[in-house]
């Protein structure tokens, strides 16, 4: 045990950045669904699936993760899955592929736009999710994948349906954020036996809620347009919103 704390001690003071924040502040963090919802909505070019993490700051350095499913109901269709973060070299470290360091925003919304999704598709479907983790230091049982993958999933039904709720993501309604799901980090500690730098451990008792807490704004709104220009090769803010199918291409060298 005097071998270990020496080494943890050590640690710190070789790691100026980790020993500013000892001893550490329990922090609450929370992931919202924030859309769809349980709703019938009107078909768009690019239909997005939108998750919003509140003190992204507190959880990004532990490691977390999200993997995700979409499965269209009312067809055979191949079920189509994903991750956060991406399976990209630059996110891989520990066996697995996390965060690290700090986050880009707080509170960090992450979207994406399912292939099935896009095109004007219309369908009955099931969004489900699943939140936590690379790591979890709380017992040594739960070190492991395994404590990721026993997490419950989240999940929402919706349609895509001609004559739908049009597509609003700024739309004021009664109730708040859907499906929130909360840890407490209690503390942390230096794992020996991986390469990340800190490994998180919980209360066993999840906090209760906030989803009213979440700040989705126009600028998130700005940021999710910007993103389908990119990916469609529009013009920089050649789209007025996320439902417009403006046609001006990067490519169009014509003088206007």
Not at 50 to 63: D, E, F, H, S, T
Not at 157 to 164: I, K, L, Q, S
Not at 216 to 227: S, Y
Request: glycine share 6%; aromatic share 14%.
């Amino acid at each position: 045990m005097a071998t270990t704390t020496l080494l943890f001690s050590c640690f710190i003071l070789l790691n100026p950045s980790l020993a500013q924040e000892w001893p550490y502040t329990p922090q609450t963090i929370e992931l919202d669904l924030v859309f769809p919802r349980n709703d019938t909505y009107a078909p768009i070019d690019y239909f997005p699936l939108i998750l919003g993490l509140q003190n992204a700051k507190a959880a990004w350095p532990q490691g977390i993760m999200i993997d995700w499913k979409l499965e269209q109901l009312d067809t055979d269709m191949r079920m189509e899955e994903g991750y956060f973060p991406p399976h990209e070299p630059q996110y891989y470290l520990g066996g697995s592929y996390n965060t690290r360091n700090e986050p880009p925003s707080d509170p960090f919304i992450y979207f994406h736009f399912p292939f099935n999704l896009r095109n004007f598709t219309s369908g009955h479907w099931r969004y489900s999710w699943r939140f936590g983790f690379a790591q979890n230091c709380t017992a040594p049982q739960a070190t492991s994948e395994r404590w990721f993958l026993s997490q419950p999933r989240q999940e929402v039904v919706f349609r895509t349906a001609a004559g739908g709720r049009p597509v609003d993501l700024l739309d004021p309604r009664d109730d708040c954020f859907g499906e929130p799901v909360t840890f407490e980090i209690v503390d942390w500690t230096r794992t020996l036996w991986t390469d990340l730098a800190t490994c998180p451990i919980l209360n066993e008792t999840a906090p209760k809620p906030n989803p009213c807490a979440l700040q989705f704004e126009q600028t998130d709104v700005g940021n999710i347009t910007a993103a389908i220009e990119a990916d469609k090769g529009c013009k920089p803010g050649s789209l007025a919103n996320i439902t417009d199918i403006s046609i001006s291409s990067v490519f169009d060298t014509k003088e206007k």
